[in-house]
């Protein structure tokens, strides 16, 4: 359920003001690196906790080097937004290395190639439907957490 959060929040934040708030990062982030922290180290089996339905869908491996594996797609992402002087958001990069912490790293890369692809396909279906309507939609720049929802929704609950 706080993944949900997390994924409806940056997603409505992003498609409204095509940025997403810090303090919303660094919310999630603390809570979602606390609760791994919590499972891994201590040991705590969130699953059992009379709050279990809030860490649904949490990575459960034993390593803490699979955790930080989770963070390394919005590592690179943030590198590529360096790179690219912005054309890719620096708050995808975020977003995904929070997402890591909370998946893992082939859930997080599922995620990122799923929302990649449902994002192409709008795309060149605008690029389409302006062409046919003699519109120019080249320079249109679509949020790209909104494409999250879907796989994020499916992941949160696999």
Not at 41 to 67: C, R, T
Not at 102 to 108: A, C, I, Q, S, T
């Amino acid at each position: 359920m706080s993944f949900f959060l997390y994924l409806i929040l940056a997603a409505w934040q992003d498609g409204r003001k095509r940025a997403v708030s810090g303090w919303l990062f660094l919310f999630f982030f603390s809570h979602f690196l606390v609760s791994q922290v919590c499972q891994k180290m201590i040991d705590v089996n969130m699953e059992q906790l009379p709050a279990s339905f809030w860490y649904h869908g949490m990575m459960a491996d034993g390593k803490i080097s699979v955790l930080a594996m989770g963070g390394l797609l919005g590592v690179v992402l943030l590198l590529i937004s360096k790179c690219s002087r912005g054309a890719l958001g620096e708050g995808d990069g975020i977003f995904f290395i929070i997402a890591g912490i909370y998946l893992g790293f082939w859930k997080n890369l599922l995620l990122f190639f799923s929302s990649l692809m449902l994002c192409s396909f709008f795309g060149l279906a605008l690029f389409l439907w302006g062409w046919f309507q003699g519109k120019d939609y080249r320079k249109k720049r679509l949020p790209f957490l909104m494409f999250t929802l879907p796989m994020g929704f499916y992941l949160a609950w696999m």
